[in-house]
Every structure is written in C-alpha cells, then in structure tokens.
C-alpha cells in the first residue's frame, strides 16, 4: 500500500520556541493532506485539511495563527507549532490521500510532541 | 453535524469468542463507513469500508442505515486481533473523517 511518512516521530521542545512537522507521501501525490491531533486515550481530532497551492481549512477552535500548515507541494505537507507551550504537547497525526485514487487515507506514524 | 459513537473503550474477550465492536453514527446524509485498526506501536491503517463489503482478516461490517449501525465483527477472534479499532466516518461528497474514541479489543488466550 501507498506509504505516509512522518518526521519527526518524537520531539521535544523548549517553550517558546517552534516546532515543524513533516508529513510526505512517498509513492503517490496527495493534493490533500490532513492533519490530527490525538490526546491521550482519546480519539483522532480533525485539525486542518491542507491543500497543495492554496491556504489550509482550519477546523473550528483551530488557531491558524499557531498551527502553521504549508503544503508547498504534492507530495510535502508541513505542520509548524509556533510559540509551542506545554498544553500544545500532543501526538499528531497525517493523513494524505492518492490524488488519482479512491477515498482511502493513509497514515503516517504520527509524531509526539512534548513542550517543556 | 456527523459524530462517531464507539460506546465501549475496552472489549476483552478468549481466544475462539466471537467479537463485535460497536460503532454508532449520526449523519443526516449518505455516510461511507470506515474501520480502521491501529495494532501496537504502528501507524493507523484501513481495515474495511463499508462501500467495497469485503471482509479482511475475517472481519465484517455492515452498514445498517436503521440503525445507524456500522458494528465490526468476527466470527473468531484470534490473539493476533488485538488492538486498537476505530470507527469513522466520511460525509457524502466530503473529505474529512469523523473518527470514533476508539475501542480497544484484547484478545486472551
């Protein structure tokens, strides 16, 4: 199957300071990635749908400002955590679907965020 | 809006028993379904969609539009069956996924 990676799978960041996250697709072009956020024993939340070329669509609640989403292209999709603070410390997820395929969405491995 | 009800965060049951997770929706169109499995330490993947009614690994699941029932299950359950299960679900025409809390199943020997 197509293949979603993640990087990177674990950081650890000072508050304050930004964080980027990298999500790829590696064997097929996604002109729409997504990304998650997961709590602990907790489902996946929908964060922002990235589209390549164009602004991301935040979900409600969602802070644009803080949650960098850039998608430069077809196959690159980034996540900036910007001026992180503890509560920002999560696992985030991606997800990327094949441009010329079905509906099916493949994950990457998700990357765990803590903010000291 | 759509919401994904899974009512049980764990299921634990013997090797050999019959498994049924739980999945609830509230959608007022046409949903497609899906179940996803996320076994231990690795990515979430796709386990089945309710559109292509195949059954992988031995798991079923129909989509019981009275019901709002998308419910997994298997008629034998298998140590290598356990993980995490989720529910979700996509909204005609849309992009997104609405996922479940999730279940976790624990298969005992």
């Known amino acids: 199957g197509a293949v979603v990676s993640q990087h990177p799978s674990r950081v650890i960041c000072k508050s304050g300071t930004s964080v980027k996250i990298e999500c790829r697709s590696l064997?097929?072009?996604?002109?729409?990635m997504f990304w998650y956020r997961q709590f602990p024993k907790q489902s996946l939340m929908l964060m922002a749908t990235?589209?390549?070329?164009?602004?991301?669509?935040?979900e409600q609640g969602v802070e644009k400002d803080k949650f960098l989403i850039n998608h430069a292209s077809l196959t690159l999709s980034t996540l900036t955590v910007t001026s992180a603070h503890p509560e920002d410390s999560s696992f985030y997820i991606c997800?990327?679907?094949?441009?010329?395929?079905?509906?099916?969405?493949?994950f990457g491995q998700g990357t765990r965020l803590t903010v000291v | 809006a759509q919401r994904v009800t899974q009512p049980e965060k764990l299921l634990s049951v013997f090797k050999g028993a019959p498994v049924e997770l739980k999945c609830n929706y509230s959608y007022s169109g046409s949903p497609e379904l899906f179940w996803y499995v996320q076994y231990s330490r690795q990515r979430l993947q796709l386990l089945l969609r309710h559109i292509s009614r195949e059954s992988i690994k031995g798991f079923t699941a129909d989509l019981n539009k009275g019901e709002t029932s998308f419910h997994l299950k298997k008629p034998f359950a298998q140590e290598e069956d356990s993980a995490m299960y989720y529910c979700a679900l996509k909204a005609g025409g849309g992009n997104k996924l609405t996922f479940g809390t999730g279940t976790q199943l624990k298969v005992e020997l």
């Open positions: 997800s990327a679907r094949d441009s010329g395929g079905d509906t099916e969405a493949f």
């Open positions: 990235s589209n390549e070329g164009s602004k991301a669509t935040y």
């Open positions: 064997d097929f072009q996604a002109t729409t």
